[in-house]
């Protein structure tokens, strides 16, 4: 199955920096990659996602890097924000059409954004 | 957007006790749930998928009799701790993903909700 790896597991950041984190997954039959913010105690939010059709993708202050070649991906967060502040998750699936897909989480990086 | 909810966000119980948790997609329907585990500072841990009108699949090392997965509607899923240990104690959240056109295939998660076993 699925393996997803991801780095690193806290990630600690001055407000304005940008942050990066990295996820490497085994599958090269995967072809969604989203990413996931969880605030403390709350449910993981979709934050951005790609597909491996494209290689980067952009929205606002985040952007999300694919090389299915080295079958890692990126979450870029730039100009940071203390509400950035979060545990992000990495995912990988297969889709292939419908819904009926798992996603193969991270293991999660904390974020701190420092004000 | 699509929105999933669960309840009770929170429970305590007894050990040997059984609680169910109801997880339900309030404006779609969704033949496919999922349900995850999660520990404090950890990551989701799939448990099993369900599917509306069949048996739920399990991922490996979740116990089938100890987790009970219902999907007996388009909008309703239940998981029941049955004899509830203080080491099933987590939080479990299900997810769901809209089916039909026009959908990019985003799962949306409930809120979880905390077992707290005795």
């Not at chain 2, 929105?3 to 929170?10: A, D, K, L, T």
Request: proline share 4%.
């Amino acid at each position: 199955g699925e393996n997803v790896e991801q780095h690193p597991s806290t990630l600690s950041v001055q407000e304005g920096d940008s942050a990066v984190i990295k996820c490497t997954y085994s599958d090269s039959a995967s072809n969604y990659f989203p990413w996931y913010k969880q605030e403390l105690g709350k449910r993981p939010q979709l934050i951005i996602d790609i597909r491996s059709n494209v290689g980067e993708k952009k929205d606002q202050r985040i952007a999300v890097t694919l090389n299915k070649t080295a079958k890692h991906f990126s979450l870029h967060i730039t100009e940071t924000q203390p509400e950035d502040s979060a545990v992000y998750f990495c995912a990988a699936t297969l889709k292939s059409g419908g819904s009926n897909y798992k996603l193969t989480f991270g293991k999660g990086t904390l974020l701190t954004v420092n004000p | 957007g699509a929105v999933v909810s669960q309840h009770p966000s929170r429970v305590i119980c007894k050990s040997g006790t059984s609680v169910k948790i109801e997880c339900r997609s309030l404006d779609f329907q969704a033949t496919t749930m999922f349900w995850y585990r999660q520990f404090p500072k950890k990551s989701l841990m799939l448990m099993a998928t369900s599917n509306e009108g069949s048996k739920a699949t399990y991922e490996q090392g979740v116990e089938k009799d100890k987790f009970l997965i219902n999907h007996a509607s388009l909008t309703l899923s239940t998981l029941t701790v049955t004899s509830a240990h203080p080491e099933d104690s987590s939080f479990y959240i299900c997810s769901a993903t809209p089916s039909g056109q026009g959908y990019t295939g985003e799962l949306f998660f409930g809120e979880g909700s905390r077992l707290t076993v005795l």
